[in-house]
């Protein structure tokens, strides 16, 4: 296998716990492009494997655009686009208009949740090298992977990198490239 | 000691408020991941389910027989005249949404309370609010007689310079079911990409290999991804919330914005939401009670499960008692000679077997409920469980029944008598909840199997007490 192929260098682990601690170790060696994969969310791993969380935001920007979509098209068409004189009430009626803004704000919410969380994961996705790893089908069962990337900078010294494999993983192999 | 070993020795103190432990005996990642897995990869399908697919299809030939009919014939072939203008549809429409709101109540609510044991019922239970959902969009559209135009109730640029009417419940309506059915399913699918992903990977054949890797998106456990679905997740059990609260009040503004006697009631949307709860947790014990037969989940749906399912049903049922007794108080504390007569019409009017058969099944029966031996014994809680939810098409029958068929004039009255069409159409919808769920059941992973691997103590090293 050439360098240029190589993905990087996984470590397999059965238990949560050692997979936190070499991450925590792998970290402390100064390597930054880490991944860790596994079968359920852990939040210690957030704080080791630090990275942005930009849902929450996407969210709300979704629920501000759903709320005055709503209340824009309400207005235009119950004022200008078709005004209706129903018992002499204002056109303008806006807490009837409220049912409505609530429920688009809700929708455009949940939308800007759902397709933003994995335009954030590039999903979806047909391909990713680290399914080249033939043990990578238990991440979804039993088996928790740390997945040192070839193209973090302390990758290329020998000395740093052959210092992975004194960490206690089941495995470690490397993976190749796409 | 192997990690296997670990992983059932493992104990974590108990959360607060929690007396039982939430799966029956210790269990490892990979035993719950196989058992879940294995419905739908390895284990020969049950005959259980072929029966019940084939009594669902059934339902759905007679279902499209009765459209065609209806689409053919009119609306006068359903029972539906002046004044009796809403018959089954609209109890159907009423009646299968409620049912979804029990799914939304495991899946959202009861996550935002961190009740671990939800982990277990609330895939199906979502399942189940989507053919709900589904099932109740229909009704509406049928009834508006000329269904293939129904898309002349959303707003759009069109030639006939009409727009919807914003001020009616109605409306409100399209847009509080469109929302909750879409809300819904993002919800659904999110949380079953993970399992997706497992069932891609234990799958033995390429077909099934395929058909899980494309539905699972390529998901492959990285902790950035697990950190913005958990996020996702949250925001859409928050957004769920009040939303699910939403939908059977606009359901209910159907009601109360009309000035009708016996409709017109501030205390409809709570009404209606505890009995939208009521009926949906009726619906979801009828569905796990056979469910963890036939599939031996009693491990993972344990009798603490039913038990605390039975509790909340009972707790529903007791605010749905509270307003059936609050209604005719309202009625005698008005002095409204119109709301008086409606209270006395139903209680002996020509209609008034539906007041005291929906008296008995949500009221009288359900009080069985407090005994604990109902509570955790799977045949009488499913009897209870059906005599509820037949209960609850009653009550919103009876609602609507009552209330039309005696206006403010006498000239006016007439009662109502529902013909083959109306009860093929209801039976029908049943046929169709009842074939998607299976489809469900025998094609995705019914139990959320990560949020199960989550409740092993051993899973997280944080929160628990490491041997």
Redesign the interface.
Known sequence: MSAQTLYGVALEFDSPVELIEAARAVRAKGFRKVEAYLPYPIEELDEILPGSDPVPLMVLIGGILGGLTALAMEYYIAVIDYPINVGGRPLNSWPAFIPITFELTVLLAAIAAFAGSLWLAGLPLLHHPVFNLSEFDRVTDDRFFLIVEAKDPLFKDDTIRNSLWQLNALRIKEVEGS | MT?EE?QRTTVRAPEPGTSVSVLAHPE???TV?DQITSIVLKRPTPLFWYLAFAAGVAGVILFIIAVTALLYGGLGIIGIEIPVAWGYLITNFVWWIGIGHAGTLISAILLLLNQSWRNSINRFAEAMTIFAVLCAAMFPLLHLGRSWIFYWIL?YPNTM???????S?L??DV??VS?YG??SI??W??GM??DL??L???SKSRLAYAFYG?LC????????????????SL??AG??T??VL?VHT?VS?DFTIAILPGWHSTIFPPYFVAGAIYSGFAMVLILAIPLRAVYKLHNLITVAHLNNCAKLMLATGLVLAYTYVLEPFTAWYSGDIYEMAIVHNRAVGPHAWTYWTTLICNVAIPQLLWLKRVRINPKPLFCVSVVILYGMWMERFMIIITALHRDYLPSAWSNFAATFWDNALTLGSIGIFVTCFMLFVRFAPMISI??L??LLP?????GGS?K
């Open positions: 990690v670990m490892t990642f990979s991941t707003p310079t009409v727009q919807p009417q914003f001020r419940p409306v409100w847009f509080a929302t879409t809300v993002l919800f699918y999110l990409i993970p992903a497992s891609r990977d234990k494309i998106l390529g998901w492959r456990g990285d902790s950035h991804h697990w950190r913005w679905h958990k996020t996702a925001l859409l957004l769920a009040p939303l939403s606009v503004f990560f949020e691997r989550e051993f899973s997280n090293p944080a490491m």
